[in-house]
């Protein structure tokens, strides 16, 4: 009898740590994706709101340009991969929200969404293709390609707060 209920517990415990570990994929992009978020979010607050029209150059993006970019790129991946925006997001009107509360309101609002979505990409479904447009590649590409996106305009954003002598938070 011992042995049995110690079999059955062994087993259960098994197939707790297997479910735990099915959407392992997700749940690490997720993690990695929440710092880059996070970070991106504090460079935001750190710049002033006169500091949103600034642009390195003519024709590239400026502080709050970049930002929104950042916020339609979530809301069009996770789009591709079955999880259209929420019905009060206008994807054609978000290049056109202005003021640094409001672009930030944006970008949280788009942050929280796909942080949301990612952890409901099956794992049997990893490996389906998507056309993203840019690129076909299967889902995991495509949440490997959110987190990617926006670690690179965390750089851009860190870039753009160095020129303008604003230090990023989390390295004072």
């Known amino acids: 009898m011992k042995t049995k209920l110690l079999l059955t517990l062994l087993c259960f415990c098994a197939l707790l740590s297997i479910n735990a570990q099915d959407n392992i994929?997700?749940?690490?992009?997720?993690?990695?994706?929440?710092?880059?978020?996070?970070?991106?979010?504090?460079?935001?607050?750190?710049?002033?709101?006169?500091q949103y029209d600034w642009r390195p150059s003519e024709g590239v993006s400026s502080v709050g340009e970049a930002l929104l970019h950042v916020a339609a790129a979530n809301y069009f991946l996770a789009s591709k991969m079955g999880f259209p925006p929420p019905e009060d997001v206008d994807m054609m009107g978000l290049s056109k929200i202005t003021g640094k509360d409001n672009i930030i309101a944006a970008v949280k609002k788009s942050n929280a969404f796909v942080l949301e979505k990612i952890i409901l990409v099956e794992t049997a479904s990893l490996n389906e293709e998507v056309d993203f447009g840019f690129a076909k590649m299967n889902k995991l590409g495509g949440l490997l390609a959110m987190m990617e996106h926006n670690g690179e305009h965390k750089g851009q954003l860190i870039a753009y707060a160095r020129s303008n002598g604003v230090v990023p938070p989390w390295s004072k």
């Open 25 to 50: 994929a997700q749940q690490t992009i997720q993690g990695v994706l929440q710092g880059n978020q996070g970070q991106v979010i504090q460079l935001a607050e750190a710049f002033s709101e006169e």
